[in-house]
């Protein structure tokens, strides 16, 4: 199982990124998948995970920000971050679930992880 996460990079606040998780050894549209962020010393925070039903559960903190996707055509998992504030500043980690998403689910859930992508955002 391979999880390579993209596009991250530096934008100025109010700015847009869009991060791809390419996946190998899964179909992504059959499990549950992830999204978390971390910074040095605070613990990783889910951001948004998508079902393999399609359903999404997206953190209070982005919500109406982040959009959470799969690409099946390129086995992927997508999220899509408009209006970036300074506080999304992160490592974005993308991650693979064998269980049923849970709304609020920490990173216990998961069973692989990608080696992350850093987001700055700058005021």
């Known amino acids: 199982v391979q999880l390579v996460e993209s596009g991250g990079g530096s934008v100025q606040a109010g700015g847009s990124l869009r991060l791809s998780c390419a996946v190998s050894?899964?179909?992504?549209?059959?499990?549950?998948m992830g999204w978390f962020r971390q910074n040095p010393g605070k613990d990783r925070e889910g951001v948004a995970q998508?079902?393999?039903?399609?359903?999404?559960f997206v953190a209070d903190s982005v919500k109406g920000r982040f959009t959470v996707s799969k690409d099946n055509s390129k086995n992927a998992l997508v999220l899509e971050m408009n209006s970036l504030k300074p506080e999304d500043t992160a490592m974005y980690y993308c991650?693979?679930?064998?269980?049923?998403?849970?709304?609020?689910?920490?990173?216990?859930?998961?069973?692989?992880w990608g080696q992350g992508t850093q987001v700055t955002v700058s005021s």
């Open positions: 998508i079902d393999s039903d399609g359903r999404t």
């Open positions: 050894g899964y179909t992504v549209s059959t499990v549950c």
């Open positions: 991650a693979v679930s064998h269980k049923y998403c849970e709304e609020g689910a920490g990173q216990g859930l998961y069973n692989y």
